[in-house]
C-alpha cells in the first residue's frame, strides 16, 4: 500500500522513508518509529494498517536501508547504537512530523522497543507533536524528564521485559502522576515485542488489545 521516497530532516538533510496514505485529504498523520531491527515488513505493516484507520502514516528509515535479521541480535544493537537517539528526535522526527503537517493538520507517533525510546523523546523534545505512544521502550534517564513531556501519552509494556523493567514502568508513572502529565500505562502479561507478527514472541491477544486501545487514544487526540 505504501511507497518509498525521501524526506527533509530538520536540519535540511534527505532521508529516507515508508509512507501510507489514508484514502483522503488533510487526514491527521502518525510517525512509527521502528525496532532495532530496521525498517522490517512488520513496520511497514503497522503504516498499511494505520492508513486503512485513516491516518497517513510515516515511518523513517533510520538504518539507510540496512535491514537486520530477527535472529542477529548482535547487529542489531550494532546498528542501535550506533544511533544518536537525541538527534534522531530532534532531526528525524521533527523533519518527518513538519513534512507531514504540509497536509495533516495534527501528527501523533508511536514505536516500537528502540522506537518507543525515541517515541518518548520526541514527546518531550518535538514541539509540533500532539500525542505520542510508545510500546516497550525507555531512552536513557540522562535523555529524557517525565516533567518536560510536552504531550499526552499512551504507555504499552511487557510484565515481564528486563528493560523497561516493571519496576523502571512504575517509577516512570510516579514521575508522570507528580509532573501532571496526561498520560495512560498499560501493562500485559506478554512477552516484550509482543506486537510484531513476524516473531515467535507475538501475542495475538495482547496486540489486538493494544491496537484497538491505540486507535482509540490517536482519534481521540488528532480528531479534527
Request: charged share 20%; proline share 5%.
Amino acid at each position: 500500500m505504501g511507497t518509498r521516497i525521501s524526506f527533509p530532516r530538520a536540519d535540511g538533510k534527505l532521508t529516507e522513508r515508508y509512507l501510507a496514505k489514508a484514502g483522503r485529504d488533510h487526514a491527521p498523520g502518525v510517525i512509527v518509529i521502528q525496532e532495532w531491527w530496521g525498517l522490517q515488513e512488520n513496520i511497514k505493516g503497522i503504516c498499511d494498517r494505520l492508513a486503512l484507520a485513516g491516518y497517513d502514516a510515516l515511518a523513517p528509515d533510520l538504518y539507510a536501508g540496512r535491514v537486520v535479521a530477527y535472529h542477529d541480535s548482535a547487529a542489531a544493537n550494532a546498528e542501535m547504537s550506533s544511533l544518536n537517539f537525541k538527534e534522531v528526535a530532534d532531526n528525524v522526527v521533527r523533519g518527518a512530523v513538519l513534512y507531514l503537517k504540509k497536509s495533516s493538520p495534527k501528527v501523533g507517533m508511536t514505536g516500537f522497543c528502540m522506537g518507543g525510546a525515541v517515541t518518548l523523546l520526541a514527546a518531550q523534545d518535538v514541539p509540533e507533536l500532539s500525542c505520542a505512544a510508545p510500546f516497550y521502550g525507555m531512552p536513557p534517564a540522562t535523555l529524557f524528564s517525565a516533567s518536560k513531556v510536552r504531550v499526552p501519552l499512551q504507555c504499552h509494556f511487557s510484565n515481564t521485559d528486563d528493560y523497561p523493567s516493571p519496576a523502571q514502568v512504575n517509577q516512570m508513572e510516579k514521575d508522570f502522576k507528580a509532573s501532571g502529565l496526561k498520560f495512560e500505562i498499560f501493562r500485559y502479561d506478554a512477552s516484550h515485542a509482543f506486537m510484531n507478527e513476524q516473531r515467535a514472541v507475538h501475542d495475538r491477544t495482547a496486540a489486538e488489545l493494544a491496537w484497538g486501545r491505540l486507535l482509540g487514544f490517536l482519534k481521540a487526540q488528532l480528531a479534527v
